[in-house]
């Protein structure tokens, strides 16, 4: 599909999806350097905008402050965002049909979704005589590039991780840079950008929570991560301290290069860094795995897990999903990830694996409310996250270990701080008694201001028979 011919009197509409920056994209660097004319246009999406139940959704309102900033950013260079609210399908051949481009150009998107969009609107240029480039740029290695000796793809992580920094070289995180006088001005006042309201959602507490969108934002926070990367490897694990990136929904939006990641992770050459760099690699382990295996969207990896039979309670599920399970781990991740959008890598394994293992309950179940709050949602890495938990997925945790949310608990998050902050009514409790507040005494719920069954939930379930039902339960799969 890459036409590297030098199209220097010509002109190119590049086509803004999950790359929402101007620094370091390969597709807009391709057309910059290609191009004479390079118009700009991003496009909210109704197909899947209009699925979304709550119209006060962070990931709207974030993509809408950096379209907000990439608009402006485009302006200051001399050019310009059309910015669209419809179906790309159509709206992307007809403009550009009407700016008269003789190319779209855009980067990779690998989600089913998006590969039957992209189909679509290839088609169509096609019939009107525009060809349609396309590049990768969200993954570091993509699709066939990583593959076994036997030419297939990888199944399981540390093989894959292996290959992958052997056949990495300096090529794999150039920075792409493009002439910017290339950029064209279209005449701005045809495309505003639309107010969130007319886009038919609210705002959210994106700003109260210091979340900062666009480039700006992602640099900002990349800043702040630096001089921390060297610790990661011991503070990842830990909720109740700053010791991860918090860089997910730059990711998952373009906001930040993957390669700018990958150039800070080398040059640092630490301990830190590289176990860094290791959850990089695993964004593109699963971003292949669902490019080679789609099945996984709809069902478990290995396909025998389909047959797995769940109790699917709805009342459980509610109270998971409320932060009410009576399990301050758990109920303090979920009220994180409602409240904020986030949750903590080691949070998301514990409460996914409560839900599964400890309530019974569909994975599915699961993975579509995090698909709903999570502001990083992706369906690769959230899908793989989830199988693994459930033990579907292709490297996943084997099916007869299941987590402990007591002694989870007491490792990551002791202190109780991280606790307190989501479940103020357990304030009061001692570090020693707050993991497992249904053991306390009388005497001790009145001294800690905690009445369990009043002031916080007793325990829905009771992990030790939970665990023997769902060891039985698998076995018998
Ligand atoms: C059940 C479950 C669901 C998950 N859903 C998502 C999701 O929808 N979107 C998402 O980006 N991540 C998901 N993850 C992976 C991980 O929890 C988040 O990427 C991480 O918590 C984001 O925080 P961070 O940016 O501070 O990560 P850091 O620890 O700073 O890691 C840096 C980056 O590496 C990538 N990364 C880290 N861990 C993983 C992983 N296990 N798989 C794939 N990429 C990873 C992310 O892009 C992340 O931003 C999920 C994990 C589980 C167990």
């Given amino acids: ?50 699925q979304l139940k709550n119209k006060q959704d962070r990931r709207v309102e974030f993509i809408w402050r950096s379209i907000e900033a990439l608009k402006q950013s485009l302006i200051k260079q001399g050019g310009d965002l059309i910015v669209l609210d419809g179906a790309p399908n159509s709206l992307i051949p007809d403009l550009a049909k009407q700016l008269k481009v003789q190319t779209v150009v855009t980067n990779h998107d690998y989600e089913p979704y998006a590969l039957s969009r992209d189909n ?130 730059h990711l998952r939006f373009g906001t930040v290069s993957v390669r700018e990641l990958v150039r800070q992770a080398l ?75 986030f949750m903590h890598n080691r949070l998301r394994m514990i409460s996914a694996s409560f839900l599964v293992k400890d309530l019974q309950i569909d994975w599915r179940w699961g993975e579509a409310f995090f698909s709903e709050h999570l502001n990083d949602f992706d369906l690769s890495a959230n899908n793989g996250g989830w199988q693994w938990s459930a033990s579907t997925g292709c490297d996943a945790q084997p099916w007869f270990r299941i987590f402990n949310p007591i002694t989870q608990s007491e490792k990551f998050d002791s202190e109780g701080s991280f606790i307190k902050r989501y479940c103020p009514e357990l304030k009061d409790i001692p570090p020693s008694k707050i993991h497992a507040p249904w053991l306390l005494s ?19 379930i009771d992990h030790k028979i939970a665990r023997e039902k769902t060891l039985a339960r698998y076995k018998l799969n």
């Fill in 1 to 50: 599909m890459l036409n590297t011919h030098q199209q220097s009197d010509k002109k190119a509409l590049f086509w803004f999806r999950r790359d929402l920056r101007i620094h370091d994209n390969h597709g807009l660097s391709y057309a910059l350097n290609h191009y004479e004319s390079v118009f700009c246009v991003f496009v909210f999406d109704r197909n899947i905008i209009n």
């Fill in 120 to 249: 679509q609107v290839e088609t169509q240029l096609k019939d009107l005589g525009i060809q349609f480039l396309t590049f990768k740029d969200q993954a570091v290695f993509e699709k066939n590039e990583i593959l076994t000796a036997q030419n297939k793809p990888y199944t399981v992580f540390t093989p894959y991780k292996n290959n992958w920094l052997k056949q990495l070289s300096s090529q794999h995180y150039t920075y792409f840079d493009g002439p910017t006088k290339h950029f064209a001005k279209s005449s701005s006042l045809d495309y505003l950008l639309p107010s969130l309201t007319d886009l038919g959602f609210i705002e959210t507490n994106l700003t109260t929570l210091k979340i900062k969108a666009g480039e700006s934002g992602a640099q900002e926070l990349l800043n702040e991560f630096i001089p921390r990367m060297s610790y990661y490897h011991e503070r990842r694990d830990f909720p109740g301290i700053r010791g991860v990136s918090y860089l997910s929904i």
């Fill in 267 to 341: 040059q640092l050459d630490n301990k830190g860094s590289a176990t860094w760099l290791n959850e990089l690699i695993w964004r593109d382990f699963y971003f292949a795995i669902l490019w080679h295996f789609p099945h996984v969207a709809h069902g478990a990896f290995k396909k025998e897990w389909d047959e797995l039979v769940f109790e699917n309670n709805p009342q459980l599920f509610n109270a998971w999903c409320s932060g009410l399970t009576g399990y301050p781990i758990v109920d303090a991740a979920m009220r994180q990830l409602t409240q904020t959008g």
């Fill in 442 to 460: 009388a005497l001790e719920q009145q001294q800690y201001h905690c009445v369990i069954g009043h002031d916080y939930p007793a325990p829905i």
